[in-house]
């Protein structure tokens, strides 16, 4: 909360963390988990470090995709609002560029991040403007 500038950024923030709970993406990343892990057992007895590498690597792409779904239904549920709908790609334009190659992460890159959410809101053609002025306030409220 202290990072963020106002509240449509907190918004978007939320809209995004929300995305994942409706997406149900812990629950499919634990199913896809538990399942390669059963195959990778039964293929080779105990797995390999190779084979858990590889497991690895596929999950990652799994969460990479998560991570975009949730960024895009972010702008879905803000843009019928009042709030801007591109909220949290301020955020990610704060954090940066990652520091090790995308298909080494469960995220994407923040810049690609920016990019498809500002898109996104774009071709929507979201209106919303309105903050409530109170986050400032907020902020220095918070211990």
């Not at 994942?20 to 990343?29: E, L």
């Not at 334009?93 to 080494?104: C, D």
Request: hydrophobic share 35%; net charge neutral.
């Amino acid at each position: 909360i202290k990072y963020l500038d106002n509240e449509y950024e907190l918004a978007g923030v939320m809209g995004h963390e929300i995305a994942h709970a409706d997406k149900r993406h812990s629950t499919s990343q634990m199913t896809k988990q538990y399942g390669i892990s059963i195959l990778l057992a039964a293929v080779g007895g105990n797995q390999s470090i190779i084979g858990t590498l590889a497991a690895n690597l596929a999950l990652l792409k799994y969460g990479r995709n998560d991570e975009s779904q949730a960024d895009e239904w972010s702008v879905e549920y803000l843009c019928p609002t009042t709030y801007k709908a591109d909220g949290a790609a301020k955020f990610f334009r704060k954090i940066g560029t990652q520091s090790v190659p995308e298909f080494l992460s469960t995220h994407p890159d923040p810049k690609n991040r920016v990019q498809t959410i500002e898109g996104l809101a774009a071709q929507k053609a979201c209106q919303g403007t309105d903050t409530l002025g109170m986050y400032v306030a907020f902020k220095k409220s918070l211990p």
